[in-house]
């Protein structure tokens, strides 16, 4: 166990390194940057030579990505060059906001898709397989804006209420928070409770269809005692990588709420600093998105040779 956890650290410590370089490189490539943003296209050329020096942008660029990160692995993400706040801080406070609506959406859609996967397979050609087969379909092909954008205008329709402006954190009041996060998390989890419900039905029905299951059900052992005794083994490995796959998704999606819904997450942060051409402040919320993702993906390789231990020999 030991080794594998050294290999895989190993190997995230590589690729956290890559992804660092390919942030750097991708935030660069963007069009214009911010002299331009500041000063406009038609500025004063020893202005804008005199900014590009002051922000650094005049030295080749490896020296530019060494500095940032050096300084990133001493725990300093920089300032931001449009705010003048310290980017930590700010890439923080906005990545707790995301990874809450990445949770919560996440357990929503486990806890509306896992069972409907199961009961769609199980009952496989009949009405409720076909029921959800039409959700699924309908939750998969709808957009997320345009899911949030219907949503919202449903329910300010029906019911003559709209989510809060102001984003208000859980500490602060529990019920106004999930009040302006309830719409945000319902657009996505319906997209992921479909994907969660079409994965675990195909398990299902791979696993109802193996010879000793098969056996089990012409001596009539009935479908729900297999289906804790032996389905739930089979579909279990699987469904763990899902899910961290889900939850990296959720955070990719959450871009497009946050903006739809005004809530200061990091999707909302990354928009802002591409608009204004903060590289600090998109370096740094690229990361986290990246790291976040290795980590995710980790902890699922992790509980995968948990519960397979042939995974730790492989």
Known sequence: MGGYL??????SVLTALIASMAVFLIVRA??????????GQTSDPSAAASLRGFFGLDQP???QYAHWIGAVLRGDLGVSWT????????????????????????ALATIVG???????????????????????????????????????????ALSGWSPPLMYVSPAESLSDNLAML????????????????????????????????????????PVRILFFTHIL??????????????????????????SLFAIPGLGR?????????????????????????????FVVDLAYSVIDPRVRLT
């Open 114 to 156: 896992v069972p409907l996967g199961v009961l769609s397979g199980i009952y496989e050609g009949r009405w409720p397989d076909n029921l959800i087969q039409v959700f699924n379909l309908l939750g998969l092909a709808a957009p997320v804006f345009w899911t949030g954008l219907m949503l919202l205008v449903a329910v300010s």
């Open 6 to 11: 050294v290999r895989r650290l190993g190997a």
């Open 233 to 258: 083994k089979n579909i279990l490995i699987p469904l763990i990588t899902f899910m961290g796959l889900v939850l990296v998704q959720i955070l990719g999606g959450v871009v497009i709420v946050e």
């Open 182 to 221: 309830a719409l945000p998390i319902l657009s996505l989890a319906l997209l992921q409770a479909a994907a969660y419900s079409q994965f675990v039905r195909q398990n299902v029905v791979a696993a109802l269809n193996e010879d000793y299951v098969r056996t089990a059900r012409a001596k009539g052992v």
């Open 83 to 106: 705010g003048g706040q310290p980017v930590a801080p700010a890439v923080g406070a906005a990545f707790l906001v995301t990874l809450e609506i990445g949770l919560l959406t996440l």
């Open 269 to 297: 942060l990354l928009i802002t600093a591409i608009e204004t051409r903060d590289y600090p402040m998109l370096q740094g919320a690229l990361l986290v998105v990246v790291v976040t993702a290795m980590v995710v993906n």
């Open 61 to 63: 660029v490896w020296l």
């Open 30 to 39: 963007v069009p214009g940057d911010v002299v331009a943003q500041m000063l």
